[in-house]
């Protein structure tokens, strides 16, 4: 979309690669919840939460990130796609959603140096041995070449269970420091073969995990990357997410999800002064994918300024989760629902089960 054009998110959207519409421009963006299976397989509790928020009316529902690989699991409760078992209960996900008028896509993940070895049995894996909490030695373990081949592997396979259960399409999580991140960090990849080095080593394994992906999906599946622009920590800057966007815009995506966290905070970048990431991105590129900008969208005027930026789908978490029927309601100009903190009784009837309200007391202020 272009920048400072005016467009109703609750208008519908084409993605132009495969001509597939969806009702409005709001997306639900994945989130942790805790509320699944410890042998990977969706609980019904996460299916309710997701299968409300597709009755709510958002124009694409995006699970929870689930593991491709067992030892890819980052957190208790987590759902798994790197079984055949998982397919029957991710089946009738879908079937529900599909009731209603919502597109349905499955965020594939692995945690890497985040998966802690009490949860998996196994040291953590990365893309260099670095120093580790999350493991008993205090390190993670530099991942083989071996290693890497079969995780691209895990990703062919879990995007092969999604289309068996009847996912509309897939998102690749390269954001928030899991496992294709720390590939792609200056600090967190210090590998001097092929995989590590300069940016066009560092992104070879998302790269090829897309491009494995594509070899075995249909032609009209939806397919899509979440990156986060900046992790100071682990060595990503903008600079590099551009770049990483410029080889991106070549493999014949249908989404970039930009992680921005304040989608309104402004920052000065080269010739770019007090610009928005969604605005110094879309500023920097033309012919680009559906741009999906996430973070701290609450009102419908948030919703419509993130679009003025020239984002073409306004993604939420936090507000979804109170509000099941945001994407609805904001057809109102001036909804602006309540803040927290929230009751529990309020969070029930939103169909939030005990575990994930026991889970949401970690977010400070979020339940009375």
């Not at 495969?18 to 989130?31: H, S, Y």
């Not at 990156?227 to 551009?242: R, V």
């Not at 966290?261 to 500023?283: C, G, M, P, Q, R």
């Not at 919703?303 to 057809?331: E, H, K, N, T």
Request: charged content about 20%; aromatic content about 10%.
């Amino acid at each position: 979309m272009n920048y400072g054009e005016i467009i109703d998110p609750c208008s519908p959207y084409t993605f132009s690669r495969i001509e597939k519409k969806i009702q409005n421009r709001t997306v639900l963006a994945a989130m942790t919840n805790m509320q699944s299976h410890k042998n990977g397989v969706i609980s019904k509790s996460e299916i309710d939460w997701l299968v409300e928020r597709a009755k709510g009316g958002f124009g694409i529902i995006t699970t929870a990130a689930t593991n491709v690989s067992i030892e890819g699991k980052a957190w208790n409760g987590e759902f798994g796609t790197y079984n055949d078992m998982h397919i029957p209960n991710l089946t009738n996900l879908t079937e529900q959603i599909h009731q209603f008028k919502s597109l349905v896509i499955a965020q594939l993940f692995h945690g890497g140096i985040k998966s802690p070895q009490n949860i998996t049995g196994m040291i953590p894996i990365s893309a260099s041995a670095l120093n580790c909490e999350n493991s008993e030695t205090g390190k993670c373990r530099q991942a083989s070449i071996n290693d890497i081949q079969r995780i691209i592997k895990d990703f062919q396979n879990a995007a092969i269970r999604c289309v068996e259960s009847g996912f509309d399409g897939i998102e690749i999580h390269g954001a928030h420091g899991y496992l294709i991140s720390q590939f792609l960090g200056t600090k967190s990849n210090i590998r001097t073969d092929e995989w590590g080095g300069d940016l066009e080593n560092r992104s070879r394994f998302l790269i090829q995990i897309i491009k494995s992906i594509k070899k075995v999906v249909p032609e009209n599946f939806i397919f899509g990357i979440r990156i986060s622009p900046i992790i100071e920590n682990i060595g990503i800057n903008l600079n590099d997410t551009i770049n990483l966007i410029g080889i991106l815009k070549k493999l014949n995506l249908d989404f970039i999800h930009l992680s921005c966290w304040d989608v309104f905070s402004k920052l000065d970048f080269k010739k770019y002064k007090n610009k928005t990431l969604t605005e110094i991105i879309l500023k920097s590129h033309t012919n680009l994918p559906a741009i999906i900008s996430t973070g701290n969208v609450w009102s419908s005027l948030d919703a419509q300024r993130l679009m003025i930026q020239g984002a073409d789908l306004v993604g939420v978490a936090r507000v979804a989760i109170p509000y099941p029927f945001w994407a609805s309601d904001i057809s109102n100009k001036n909804y602006n629902p309540k803040k927290p903190p929230f009751s529990e009784d309020l969070l029930y009837k939103a169909k939030l089960s005990k575990k994930f309200i026991e889970y949401m007391k970690n977010w400070e202020g979020f339940v009375k």
